[in-house]
């Protein structure tokens, strides 16, 4: 496992650079759901596959730029779902992005999930590293140094809503005014890994991303966004659920298979949980 987290430290260093000074326009591609790929995101999937094929003990990667599930070494322990530059786009306007990393075994369902690892790139480049605790490193002169380990309150203030109200369900709608009304903040960039990160590191609140009428299974993907992620907020002390269930029991069909989620602090899932139930009836 150190093996795989200095790759990804390797890696961050690498696309901290990239931002800084690459083409952020688009290529001719488009990735496997259709989506036009920036330079970027090609960019940083080379980097990325170029340093864990070095890897003696990853087994196969699969990555959200990508069609297909990459054999790497068949001596390996691991395999590696990772989104090499998620909100790419922000980077044009100077907003944060990140990578996303979920690392198992055996296979990729959310219980053989044994480590979730995400690198914002903002005005400081920061790694969070989930095991069974999550711990939090800053690199600094070129190295990452331990800060702090990251553990969510039982109850938040901020709010995260993904998507846009006219698509939202009614029932949907409804939660989110009720959450404002009682006070929460709204703290939303379209970057799914500052928002989780922010809501992680001030203590709690709610990221939802729901079934919406353009999007019925959310926009999210299992592999590379919402498994990671859920991970990292239930090692925190939080949850992540699909509405209905935690999202770690969803079985994924296709590697690009989406799924709603939310993601927060247990008083804010608690209150989704009601809200969902009480509409499914
Ligand atoms: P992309 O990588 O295509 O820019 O998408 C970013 C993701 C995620 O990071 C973010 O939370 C979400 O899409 C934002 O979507 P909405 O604009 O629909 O809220």
Known sequence: MNEILEAIKKSAVA?????????TGKSDNENSTGDTQLKLDIQSDIIIEDLFAQVASVKAIVSEEQDEIKNVNAD?????AYDPLDGSSLVDVN??????????KNDFTGDNLVAA?????????????????????????????????????PKGNLKAPGSTQSCWPDHHKKMVDDIFNDGYRLRYSGGMVP????ILLKG????????????????????????????????????????HQRVLDIKTEHI??????????????NRV????KEHAK
């Open 15 to 23: 696309i901290k650079a990239l931002i800084e000074t690459g083409d």
């Open 76 to 80: 390996g322990e691991y395999l590696i």
């Open 95 to 104: 907003l944060s992005v990140g990578s996303i990393f979920g690392i198992y």
């Open 117 to 153: 690892v995400y690198v914002v790139f903002g005005p400081r480049v920061e790694l969070v590293i989930a095991t069974d605790e999550v711990k939090m490193y800053r690199l600094l002169n070129g190295d990452f140094h331990f800060m702090q380990k990251i553990v969510l309150n």
């Open 195 to 198: 928002d989780l990160h922010q």
């Open 204 to 243: 709690g609140g709610l990221f939802s991303y729901p079934g919406t009428s353009d999007r019925p299974k959310g926009k999210l993907r299992q592999l590379f966004e919402v498994f990671p992620f859920a991970y990292v907020y239930e090692q925190a002390g939080g949850a992540a659920i699909d509405g």
């Open 256 to 269: 690009h298979d989406t799924s709603p989620c939310f993601f927060g602090s247990n008083v804010e899932i």
């Open 273 to 276: 949980l009601e809200v969902y």
